[in-house]
T-cell receptor
Framework: DGGITQSPKYLFRKEGQNVTLSCEQN?????MYWYRQDPGQGLRLIYY???????QKGDIAEGYSVSREKKESFPLTVTSAQKNPTAFYLC?????????????????FGPGTRLTVL | AQSVTQLGSHVSVSEGALVLLRCNYS??????LFWYVQYPNQGLQLLLK??????LVKGINGFEAEFKKSETSFHLTKPSAHMSDAAEYFC?????????????FGGGTRVLVKP
């Protein structure tokens, strides 16, 4: 089955610790995105990557870092510098080449990881 | 920069009644517009989108939306609500490939369906 997987589904961390959230896709999509969701605020873009070994900051990148060493993987690290990390984190991907079942303008989302800082 | 406003963070409808969710946007260039649905503790699923062409767009689960440039709106409707429509709905705007297809989301509207 093609899709986007995020692990773990629930994650707990102690204040002051770094934590890495996984995002993997087997859709052969070029572009990948990380969003943060807080109640009543919709989703906000953290980082995005349009090709391997390249990524750009989104609207709320402070306290986060990413890497894009492989096309299928785009891990997000929440560092201790992120002042309010408790949130629901969503990963998305998008094809840059039109196909039978995908279009280049649409992002497809993973199931999300809920991070709680204790 | 683009922005999206969804009027009403919560909407309550009776089963069988019309569902109307409002979305207004601001954009300096013709935007791409999307509606996504989210069920509790899940990711987002695309309902429908407008990029070019026909302004009335039909999506999954009986939903449709109309792009009205003069009103900068993209309201979502469904003629008859079903219990399974209870979820949170997000309107989003993109400026397309020139801007990395980044999405800007509205704050979301949570729909409650009463039996």
């Amino acid at each position: 089955d093609g899709g986007i997987t995020q692990s773990p589904k629930y994650l707990f961390r102690k204040e002051g610790q770094n934590v890495t959230l996984s995002c993997e896709q087997n859709l052969n999509h070029d572009a990948m995105y990380w969003y943060r969701q807080d109640p009543g605020q919709g989703l906000r873009l953290i980082y995005y990557s349009q090709i391997v070994n390249d990524f750009q900051k989104g609207d709320i990148a402070e306290g986060y870092s990413v890497s894009r060493e492989k096309k299928e993987s785009f891990p997000l690290t929440v560092t201790s510098a992120q002042k309010n990390p408790t949130a629901f984190y969503l990963c998305a991907s998008r094809s840059r080449s039109p196909g039978t079942f995908t279009s280049t303008d649409t992002q497809y989302f993973g199931p999300g990881t809920r991070l709680t800082v204790l | 920069a683009q922005s999206v406003t969804q009027l009403g963070s919560h909407v309550s409808v009776s089963e069988g009644a019309l569902v109307l969710l409002r979305c207004n946007y601001s954009s300096s260039v013709p935007p791409y517009l999307f509606w996504y649905v989210q069920y509790p503790n899940q990711g987002l699923q695309l309902l429908l989108k407008y990029t070019t062409g026909a302004t009335l767009v039909k999506g999954i689960n009986g939903f449709e939306a109309e792009f009205k440039k003069s009103e900068t709106s993209f309201h979502l409707t469904k003629p008859s609500a079903h219990m399974s429509d209870a979820a949170e709905y997000f309107c989003a705007v993109s400026l397309g490939g020139a801007a990395g297809n980044k999405l800007t989301f509205g704050g979301g509207t949570r729909v409650l369906v009463k039996p």
